[in-house]
């Protein structure tokens, strides 16, 4: 079992950034994906970056390329994702999640935080 615990969530103007972290328990952390997704109402749950146990493989959505970057201590059980120029369209709950493989779809994702709401105002 699996829990995790997203934070760092706010409101920024656009332009700022925002660091959010999300905190694992167990012992198996460094084994799993983590990835960060985020959802607006009325539309899916959509991949945002996804970061390999090790932490030697990440992958981007477009949308975010550039702006955002994944990152993990497995020391510390916990993943991060640093997002800079952030534009009113970021604005969604933030959610983070782990799984087995390095996947983009969240169906292949077992665990999931609770999620943090993100707001850019422009």
């Known amino acids: 079992q699996v829990q995790l615990v997203e934070s760092g969530g706010g409101l920024v103007q656009a332009g700022g950034s925002l660091r959010l972290s999300c905190a694992a328990s167990?012992?198996?952390?460094?084994?799993?994906?983590m990835g960060w997704f985020r959802q607006t109402p009325g539309k899916e749950r959509e991949f945002v970056t996804v970061?390999?146990?090790?932490?030697?493989?990440?992958s981007y959505a477009n949308s975010v390329k550039g702006r955002f970057t994944i990152s993990r201590d497995n020391a510390k059980n916990t993943v991060y994702l640093q997002m800079n120029s952030l534009k009113p369209e970021d604005t969604a709950v933030y959610y983070c999640?782990?799984?087995?493989?390095?996947?983009?779809?969240?169906?292949?994702?077992?665990?999931w935080g609770q999620g943090t709401q993100v707001t850019v105002s422009s």
């Open positions: 167990g012992r198996t952390f460094s084994t799993y994906a």
């Open positions: 970061i390999s146990g090790s932490g030697s493989l990440t």
């Open positions: 999640a782990s799984s087995r493989y390095f996947r983009s779809d969240p169906k292949e994702y077992g665990y």
